[in-house]
């Protein structure tokens, strides 16, 4: 097939716009859905889920919007990729389905799921077989940490996700697959690219990376010329009009606020980037210095020229591990000399957590208002300062400690100094770090599963 | 020469990599892209950033974008869910690299200021 495709992301983390996916099927043509719902620490919730309840552990508002659109997209074609599956694509897949029977379309959907991303239960498998699994940033072996690991899982690719669409999914659930390979996949699947077509697979990857971050790329979190772009109350998604020789334009639904400019475009493209000329993926490696944008029209950014690498050997896997307890406190001091009684506030308050003898791995205090985002190169704040918040949060291997820390901030308001506030919430929470381990594995010891059923 | 902020000659975006930030500087200009390749060094972001980047910087050219990629290594308290920050992810380190002052010639900020 040579046809244009439209490729649109309604959902760039889980817990964005529940309304984004609805409005891109309802307000203009698209022909696949994509929608990314895995932070590096959403597996290690949905685990959790599971544990408690077998048939949990995914994403479940992605099975009710489903629902939702599903009249449309039975009518119209439209494909849906996600990556909703987290740690049971099975049990989601599963919901999917019985959606489709309560709506009466019995026989009308086909839903497929990507597994064997999840091992967990083959980690000390490979670690007796000397595959060490070592972090890349610290270059430890994962056996250092294995009695706290929650969920270990490999980033699958595209090319899995257009496998389940040759076997004729309407509806592809996988678990861990990358953001760009829910956007490439499709491509692959229209297009019949070659898994050594590195060019195309690169264009294709390029074009899942600018449009994963949903409205990222049509003028959201965008800091040129900010105040002037349009409707941000109304922004547009974006839709990515691929072509089969990998040229592509991202635009959005007309009538929808928001700007697609090269400008905003070049930002997005620079979000979480690595070196520019080695960007690795289970696909190809992507080199974004060769990326020619130009603008084609109002809203429309055309890429072209880009260029590819051959795919390394390795998966990249995502080890999640319990690694202590944190709590983050705050109190708000008011002119005159907020700045200066939020210092007080900080110092009194250590002093009396050295007197219990709290053990913490970290204290950090921030002054926000003052200094929070940008430390020294703020400068020193206006000595007029209408008021300051004394934010402050421990983390420890000792929970205890935790708890006690969080006692503490409360009586400041009473026994600290003057003119303070914000304490409306109660005690801060105790929360479980659940740390993110990066690592490395043959792409030889896994093999992905692709299943398709009817609902 | 005068003296300029990033912000009259360049826009920017950043985020995070576990314990890593990464801030694109894109030139508002081409012709304001070698300015940039000249004067903002890896060496001079980390001067700019110190108590906050911890450890190394590097510099990525991208010039197809006009724009440069640095990674600042050490930056976020550990970074994701360990971090203590409020900017855990250093999603504002992108306006705090446009802070920075650097030289560029009279007539370039006389275009600048008019």
New interface residues.
């Given amino acids: 097939m040579n046809r244009t495709i439209r490729i649109a992301n309604g959902q760039g983390f889980w817990g964005d716009s529940l309304h984004a996916p609805i409005e891109l099927v309802k307000r203009g043509p698209i022909d696949y859905l994509t929608l990314d719902y895995l932070a590096e620490v959403t597996m290690s919730i949905m685990q959790k889920q599971r544990a408690r309840d077998p048939k949990s552990g995914y994403a479940r508002d992605f099975v009710s919007m489903v629902e939702e659109i599903l009249p449309d997209i039975i009518e119209r074609n439209i494909k849906v990729v996600a990556n909703a599956g987290g740690v049971n694509p099975e049990a989601c897949r599963d919901a999917v389905a019985d959606a489709a029977r309560r709506r009466g379309f019995s026989g009308k959907v086909k839903v497929g799921v990507v597994t064997g991303d999840d091992i967990m239960n083959r980690l000390d498998d490979f670690i007796a077989r000397g595959v060490e699994l070592k972090n890349s940033e610290t270059g430890e072996p994962l056996a250092s940490i294995r009695s706290r690991v929650q969920s270990a899982n490999v980033y699958f690719g595209g090319r899995h996700i257009a496998e389940a669409l040759d076997k004729g999914a309407q509806v592809v659930i996988a678990g861990r697959v990358t953001d760009t390979g829910l956007t490439l996949g499709p491509m692959i699947h229209e297009y019949g690219w070659k898994p050594d077509d590195w060019d195309r697979l690169a264009a294709g990857t390029i074009a899942g990376h600018t449009i994963e971050c949903g409205a990222q790329c049509t003028g959201g979190n965008c800091l040129i010329d900010w105040e002037t772009i349009p409707n941000l109350a109304d922004i547009g998604y974006p839709v990515v009009e691929a072509n089969a020789d990998g040229s592509f334009v991202v635009t959005k639904h007309k009538g929808t606020g928001g700007r697609l400019s090269v400008a905003s475009v070049k930002e997005q493209l620079l979000y979480e980037m690595g070196d520019p000329r080695e960007y690795i993926t289970p696909d190809c490696v992507a080199d974004f210095t060769t990326i020619q944008l130009t603008q084609d029209g109002i809203d429309r950014v055309r890429f072209s020229g880009i260029k590819g690498k051959p795919a390394t050997d390795l998966f990249k896997v995502s080890v999640s591990y319990s690694a202590g307890w944190k709590a983050i406190g705050s109190l708000v001091y008011a002119w005159p000399d907020a700045y200066k009684k939020a210092q007080l506030a900080d110092r009194v308050l250590r002093e009396r957590l050295d007197r219990l003898d709290l053990k913490f791995d970290k204290i950090l205090t921030e002054f926000v208002g003052a200094n929070a985002c940008h430390g020294q190169l703020s400068g020193p704040p206006s000595h007029d300062i209408a008021e300051v918040t004394f934010r402050i949060g421990v983390r420890s291997e000792d929970k205890r400690a935790v708890e006690q820390f969080t006692r503490e901030i409360a009586p400041l308001v009473l026994n600290g100094p003057p003119t303070v506030t914000g304490f409306a919430g109660g005690r801060p929470k105790v929360e479980e770090i659940i740390a993110y381990w990066p690592a490395l594995i043959p792409k030889s010891e896994l093999r992905a599963k692709i299943s398709v059923i009817e609902a | 020469m005068a003296k300029i902020k990033l912000l009259k000659l360049s826009?920017?975006?950043?985020?995070?990599?576990?314990?890593?930030a990464?801030v694109?500087l894109?030139a508002?200009k081409p012709e304001y892209y070698p300015i940039l390749v000249k004067e903002v060094t890896a060496q001079r972001v980390k001067d700019?950033?110190?108590?906050?980047c911890l450890g190394e910087v590097e510099r990525?050219?991208?010039?197809?974008?006009?724009?440069l990629?640095f990674?600042l290594h050490q930056s976020l308290?550990?970074?994701?869910?360990?971090s203590?920050?409020?900017?855990a992810q250093g999603?504002?380190y992108?306006?705090?690299l446009l802070?920075m002052e650097v030289d560029v010639d009279e007539s370039v900020a006389r275009e600048l200021e008019s």
């Fill in positions: 826009h920017a975006r950043s985020g995070d990599k576990g314990d890593t990464n694109g894109i508002l700019h950033f110190r108590g906050i990525f050219e991208v010039p197809n974008l006009g724009a990629n990674l308290d550990g970074g994701g869910t360990l203590l920050k409020t900017d999603k504002t992108s306006s705090a802070r």
